[in-house]
């Protein structure tokens, strides 16, 4: 299985908007040395992973999910699915 971003499919024009979104330290290391991996700017990674997720398809074949793997390990990324919708900001220090 080829990842996604190899499919061979015609440009769609779109508009995209700029916007800013917080998401978890490692969570977002993880996604740019990704994206930087991929050769996808971060909007596209995160675009590409969200329209598969909209259609219940996995956006990574296991090369890419290996490289995740070594990626969260790096940055000492331990969150998983479960733990999504439960975290919450940690107190100023």
Known sequence: MLPWYHC???A?????????VRLE????KV??????YLDLSLGDLLEGIVLHAFEGQAPFGPAT?????????VYGLTLTAA??????EAPDV
């Open 8 to 10: 061979t499919i015609m």
């Open 65 to 73: 999910l290996e490289q995740i793997e070594r990626l969260k390990t």
């Open 25 to 28: 330290k490692r969570t977002l």
């Open 31 to 36: 996604l740019k040395g990704l994206a930087e």
């Open 83 to 88: 733990d999504s919708h439960q975290l919450r």
């Open 12 to 20: 769609v024009d779109v508009e995209r908007v700029q916007t800013g």
